[in-house]
Every structure is written in structure tokens, then in C-alpha cells.
């Protein structure tokens, strides 16, 4: 059985930063899905402003 005990300094390394780089990942893709969505929304926005020429 292997036993997680102190290994020297490596694995408590590994406790801290392994949930420190899923809360990083996780905050880099919400950040791209709101950026996204920003986008989208001031295109849309743009869209509607553009004046719609009549049809002969």
C-alpha cells in the first residue's frame, strides 16, 4: 500500500498547486466565454443600429 506521507516537499507542492491551476483554468475559460459574449452582443448591437436601405 502505498502511503502519502512526507515525501520532502514535492507532494504538499502538489496538494497547493494542482487546485490553484484547475481554479486558473477554470477563470481563463469563463474569461474567453464572457469575451465571447461580449463580442457577439456588440456585433448584434451593431447590426441593429446599421439603417436598412429601402427596396426599390
Do not use: C, F, Y
Given at each position: 500500500?502505498?502511503?502519502?506521507?512526507?515525501?520532502?516537499?514535492?507532494?504538499?507542492?502538489l496538494?497547493?498547486?494542482?487546485?490553484?491551476?484547475?481554479?486558473?483554468?477554470v477563470?481563463?475559460?469563463?474569461k474567453?466565454?464572457?469575451?465571447?459574449?461580449?463580442?457577439?452582443?456588440?456585433?448584434?448591437?451593431?447590426?441593429?443600429?446599421?439603417?436598412?436601405?429601402?427596396?426599390?
Amino acid at each position: 500500500m502505498a502511503l502519502l506521507a512526507h515525501q520532502g516537499g514535492w507532494d504538499e507542492i502538489l496538494l497547493v498547486a494542482g487546485p490553484m491551476l484547475v481554479v486558473i483554468g477554470v477563470l481563463a475559460l469563463v474569461k474567453r466565454r464572457v469575451e465571447a459574449a461580449a463580442r457577439a452582443a456588440a456585433e448584434a448591437d451593431t447590426r441593429a443600429e446599421e439603417p436598412v436601405e429601402p427596396a426599390d
